[in-house]
């Protein structure tokens, strides 16, 4: 496996982590919920850096989970792997926004 498979299965797995995560805060929370990351000025701020989207309900998420795909493209060129590397970003932070929209502090028990 060379190196841009690899972080091409890295990109996949962790969108598909994002999917699941949106999916079952739609279920759980709704689309209207709102998301957010603390300490943060400009709603998801990766999304909203690399894709120019304000993300601030589920739904909004949900929605922004089609334009990070459209990212991750897995052509064997050095453009791709940027790509997909910022889609893995994106999709970071929205499995990391899920958790905050569940519970205002998601770590408080882990210092």
Do not use: H, N
Request: glycine share 8%.
């Amino acid at each position: 496996m060379g190196l841009f498979d690899i972080v091409f299965a890295g990109a996949a797995e962790m969108y598909a982590q994002a999917e699941k995560d949106v999916a079952a805060a739609v279920k759980d929370l709704g689309e209207s919920a709102p998301v957010a990351i603390p300490g943060t000025a400009y709603f998801l701020a990766t999304i909203y850096a690399y894709l120019g989207k304000k993300v601030t309900t589920v739904g909004e998420m949900k929605d922004a989970l089609a334009d990070i795909k459209a990212k991750m493209t897995s052509d064997q060129r050095l453009k791709d792997v940027f790509d997909s590397g910022a889609g893995t970003l994106m999709a970071a932070e929205i499995i990391e926004a899920c958790k905050y929209a569940r519970d205002p502090e998601p770590y408080k028990d882990t210092v």
